[in-house]
């Protein structure tokens, strides 16, 4: 197993699963009109592509960072539609080879988009390749070697880098500083959430009403593609267990069977929180120990798990470790005897 591979896939897992597939295109907004939250991103965005298109330039490269799921890659598709332009996507695990980097590069329309998710995970020998495509719009390619090498640049048109990543800290230093345009997304509040459901039921012709759309939105984790997921779940419910109608009885019933909780939290939140509760007296414990005590990885635990815990106030990270809040205690019913202990032990 690759160190970045989620070991499961999971309900409220942030990550893209199979089934988002048939119906994530349609579901994609095409404007940034028609795109949800995240104002001041949009208002940022709708200035460069408005002015670009006056000067009939590319677009600025743009770099998204923020937890997954949010609309990073949405927003490039968007940016590539504002400008009229097309979109070539990949990804940086899949350029393997300086070749199919050039491959692509060498063969963009002007003011084209290429779009590279996990930009983080791009080799480095690739991204090497990159620098002067995005400072020069050539490549230099090197020929023979030894004392027969000689630098060929190759041009390239004028074209757009968007780069998404969940992790801006694992990329190099020259690279990010040769991005143009930074955006970074964040968790979506329940009522852009809602709005959101709301477009997606219509989409798919789901009948909801207000009471369900809230319980949808309040459990999705801050996370559209999230609330997405849960919609299409619950609407499966409805359809098999009730009259169609998504309300708060229904969405409550549909989520619980799949271990939603009313705050979002699923069987790994809980046996996250509940190890660091039972097995560590609340905390502070290292990230490493829960991931061998719940046989996990660390990272699928601090890229799927940890963020949302944190934005929650479950959970604390300190110097020592993770620690467990009196918000987690009270959520879990499990008696929080941190305090009264310490103070015993005094005396």
Known sequence: MKKDEPVRERLIGPEEQGEDEPCSEQLRPATLADFIDQEQVKENLAIAIEAARQRGEALDHALFYGPPGLGKTTLAHIIAAEMGADIVSTSGPALERPGDLIGILTNLEPRGVMFIDEIHRLPRVVEEFLYSAMEEFTVDFVQDKGPYARSIKIPIQPCCIIGATTRTGLISAPLRERFGIFHHLGFYPEQALAAIVRRTARILGVA???????????????????????????????????????????????????????????????????????????????????????????????????????????????????????TAYRHLGEDDQRHGDGQQALF
């Open 208 to 326: 909801l009403n207000a009471e369900g759309t809230s319980e949808i939105a309040v459990r999705a984790r801050g996370t559209p593609r999230i609330a997405n997921r849960l919609l299409r779940r619950v609407r499966d419910y409805a359809q098999v267990r009730g009259d169609g109608l998504i309300d708060r009885q229904v969405a409550d019933q549909a989520l619980r069977k799949l271990g939603v909780d009313e705050c979002g939290l699923d069987n790994l939140d809980r046996k996250f929180l509940l190890t660091i509760i039972r097995n560590y007296g609340g905390g502070p414990v290292g990230m490493e120990a829960i991931a061998a005590t719940l046989n996990e990885q660390t990272d699928t635990l601090e890229d799927m798990v940890e963020p949302f815990l944190l934005k929650i106030g479950f959970l604390n990270r300190t110097p020592r470790g993770r620690q467990a809040t009196e």
